[in-house]
């Protein structure tokens, strides 16, 4: 399965199904942005921009990834 994007108003999630090891790191951390029963499932304006960040950057398997708009 392809990389999926989220698009969000200062930073862009991506998502690779096929390499997430289900360690649910992001939903734990940020409920509020990572929520498996919302669609979608990612969406990066419900927080700040770093948490975002941060709660990514703890995904284990490098599934998530994101692209903030300040640093294009
Ligand atoms: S933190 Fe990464 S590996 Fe864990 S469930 Fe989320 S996307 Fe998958």
Redesign the pocket.
Known sequence: MARKTYRGRDIDVT?DADI????????RRLPSA?DINKRPWVQPDNVPTDQIQTTIDH???G??KYVRHDDE
């Open positions: 998502f997430c090891i289900h360690a649910a790191e992001c939903l990572f995904c284990p398997s599934a998530l």
